[in-house]
């Protein structure tokens, strides 16, 4: 059974391989269409911008779709970036910028006030426009600085307190079996092996 993972990031689709490996789901991205439509995530929450670009994509694609949004939830920035945690800087998508812009405006902000989250929302939509939500988090700290040299986007500076280690550090399997990611995807996982059962 094919699923369509709707995002460009080479990152996350990655991770997403690798949490539905033994899913009997074909994982394909964005690249595999033809002209896919821009979808513009203009929600006000991370469940209506991954529901969305899932229904988008499904109705486009003809094809089972899952999509997600996913951002950094700052304690001391009133729950900043949020839904704008991609383009916190401006520019879609540019991690280098968003996270010196992120340890800007936290400079003045104490090492034990710096709690934050990942928050992620799952959707799997059918091309008939159905659709269902699945969520996850993940509580950490944020760095004064970047460590790590794996993962993407705010992971250099995210610590996760009972690693001792940011998302930036961790080996992949180790990620991905905490991450708002990987906990959001392994509630969809029992639907989509009934799918592929199915289909079988």
């Known amino acids: 059974m094919k699923l369509l993972v709707a995002t460009g990031n080479q990152g996350k689709l990655k991770e997403i391989r690798r949490l539905l490996e033994g899913c009997g789901v074909v994982v394909v991205g964005l690249e595999q269409l033809e002209n896919p439509p821009e979808v513009v995530e203009d929600g006000e929450t991370f469940a209506a911008n991954a529901r969305k670009k899932a229904v988008q994509m499904a109705v486009f694609s003809d094809c089972l779709t899952l999509a997600d949004d996913s951002g950094l939830v700052v304690a001391a920035l009133n729950?900043?970036?949020?839904?704008?945690?991609?383009?916190?800087?401006?520019?879609?998508?540019?991690?280098?910028?968003n996270n010196v812009k992120l340890l800007q405006a936290l400079t003045d902000v104490a090492d034990e006030q710096r709690q934050a989250a990942f928050h992620c929302v799952m959707a799997l939509a059918w091309p008939d426009g159905r659709c269902e939500t699945f969520a996850g988090q993940v509580a950490g700290l944020i760095m004064r600085a970047e460590r790590g040299a794996g993962g993407f986007g705010y992971d250099p500076l995210f610590m996760v307190p009972e690693y001792g280690k940011t998302m930036a550090e961790l080996p992949l399997d180790i990620k991905n079996r905490i991450s708002h990611r990987g906990t959001a995807l392994r509630k969809v996982v029992p639907l989509l092996q009934e799918l592929a059962r199915q289909n079988g």
Do not use: L, M, T
Not at 79 to 97: C, F, K, L, T, W
């Open 79 to 97: 729950g900043a970036p949020g839904v704008h945690s991609a383009r916190y800087a401006g520019e879609q998508g540019n991690d280098a910028a």
